[in-house]
């Protein structure tokens, strides 16, 4: 089969052996895979890939099942799924546990599903797992902009939360108020600290779903209401903060965070369940949909990859095979 190899400067289309199915897979014929920035990690030596995973870069495919392993399961050959995979997602077939391939909800095509598994697992686990977001609480996501961002806009104004949003352009902002958002903050042009006090009368907001971490840390404990939850989901400004300890005690604040790669199957399939029952029907029925900027032809991955690293996308950018 094609698939992607890579190294820290460079993506190309080469030759790969087809991988082979354990008993609980099935192989995925992929029409389309999402890019995300654990990629972009792992390209650079950063972010290696669990033990037993493919080297070959791609966490989310969607296609048609090709061939089953040894496991009874309700899936069949010809069957049309998306998939959360653990890597080996760009390439021309695609291993994928079967708990953790889903129906590609009615009305979308391959290159809407591609872009729905590693963002809509990562927003539901974060959002209304860990941090518990309720209706009519105020969630803060930095990255508005991005594939978790507009996912998560979506899905908390569809439940019922205020959302507010950091962007780094004009125009970003207006596409997240266009989306749903209660407010955008240009965070070039403004200080969102100070604008999120503003605008909550002092409150501050009840949830804050932060990619960026390092100097973001307190300014977000200023911008928590009290109870307040900080769920931390990647670390583009560094790993490390300083940490006022007091605000935390006096708020009663929680501060935790999660990386989802790693987590076994198990803990993975609860999820899809929930995505299953809860969010694929709004996805059908139209209420929130996958944003997509740019797709790019497989071997073109590092033009995408060049594109992910602008920051100057809106959405995903997704691959066709």
């Given at each position: 089969?094609?698939?992607?190899s890579?190294?820290?400067?460079?993506?190309?289309?080469?030759?790969?052996?087809?991988?082979?199915?354990?008993?609980?897979?099935v192989?995925?014929?992929?029409?389309?895979?999402?890019?995300?920035?654990?990629?972009?990690?792992q390209?650079?030596g950063?972010?290696?890939?669990?033990?037993?995973?493919?080297?070959?870069?791609?966490?989310?495919v969607?296609?048609?099942?090709?061939?089953l392993g040894?496991?009874?399961?309700?899936?069949?050959?010809g069957?049309?799924?998306?998939a959360?995979?653990?890597?080996?997602?760009?390439?021309?077939?695609?291993?994928?546990?079967?708990?953790?391939?889903?129906s590609?909800?009615s009305?979308?095509?391959?290159?809407q599903?591609?872009?729905?598994?590693e963002?809509?697992?990562?927003?539901?686990?974060?959002?209304?797992?860990?941090?518990?977001l309720?209706?009519?609480e105020t969630?803060?996501i930095?990255?508005?902009?991005?594939g978790?961002g507009?996912t998560?806009?979506?899905l908390?104004?569809?439940?019922?939360?205020?959302?507010?949003?950091?962007?780094?352009?004009?125009?970003k902002?207006?596409?997240?108020?266009g989306?749903?958002?209660?407010?955008?903050?240009?965070?070039?042009?403004?200080?969102?600290?100070?604008?999120?006090?503003?605008y909550?009368?002092?409150?501050?907001?009840?949830?804050?779903?932060?990619?960026?971490?390092?100097?973001?840390?307190?300014?977000n404990?200023?911008?928590?209401n009290?109870?307040?939850?900080?769920v931390?989901?990647?670390?583009?400004?560094?790993?490390?903060a300083?940490i006022?300890?007091?605000?935390?005690m006096?708020?009663r604040?929680?501060?935790t965070g999660?990386?989802l790669?790693?987590?076994?199957t198990?803990?993975?399939a609860?999820?899809a369940?929930?995505l299953?029952?809860?969010?694929?029907?709004?996805l059908?029925?139209?209420?929130?949909?996958?944003?997509?900027?740019q797709?790019?032809?497989?071997?073109?991955?590092?033009k995408?990859?060049?594109l992910?690293?602008?920051?100057?996308?809106i959405?995903?950018?997704?691959?066709?095979?």
């Amino acid at each position: 089969m094609l698939a992607i190899s890579h190294s820290s400067t460079a993506l190309n289309l080469t030759d790969h052996v087809t991988p082979t199915l354990k008993p609980d897979e099935v192989l995925i014929k992929v029409h389309a895979a999402g890019i995300n920035r654990p990629d972009i990690m792992q390209r650079q030596g950063l972010y290696p890939p669990p033990k037993g995973a493919s080297d070959i870069l791609g966490l989310e495919v969607a296609g048609t099942i090709a061939d089953l392993g040894n496991n009874q399961s309700h899936l069949k050959i010809g069957d049309k799924v998306c998939a959360l995979v653990t890597g080996g997602g760009y390439a021309e077939y695609c291993t994928a546990a079967i708990p953790l391939c889903l129906s590609i909800p009615s009305g979308l095509n391959f290159t809407q599903a591609a872009a729905l598994p590693e963002t809509y697992f990562t927003v539901w686990s974060n959002l209304f797992d860990r941090a518990q977001l309720k209706a009519n609480e105020t969630l803060l996501i930095h990255g508005g902009s991005s594939g978790i961002g507009t996912t998560a806009i979506q899905l908390a104004k569809v439940f019922g939360a205020k959302v507010i949003v950091t962007a780094g352009s004009e125009k970003k902002c207006n596409f997240c108020t266009g989306l749903g958002a209660d407010l955008a903050i240009n965070y070039h042009e403004q200080d969102f600290a100070q604008t999120i006090k503003s605008y909550t009368n002092n409150q501050g907001v009840d949830v804050i779903l932060d990619m960026i971490g390092g100097d973001y840390f307190p300014r977000n404990i200023k911008c928590l209401n009290f109870d307040g939850r900080l769920v931390h989901i990647a670390l583009q400004h560094g790993i490390k903060a300083e940490i006022n300890l007091l605000p935390i005690m006096l708020k009663r604040l929680s501060i935790t965070g999660s990386t989802l790669r790693a987590r076994n199957t198990h803990f993975k399939a609860k999820i899809a369940r929930q995505l299953q029952e809860n969010v694929w029907p709004l996805l059908a029925s139209g209420q929130i949909k996958p944003i997509i900027h740019q797709t790019f032809p497989l071997a073109e991955a590092e033009k995408a990859h060049v594109l992910m690293e602008s920051s100057e996308h809106i959405g995903k950018i997704i691959l066709t095979v």
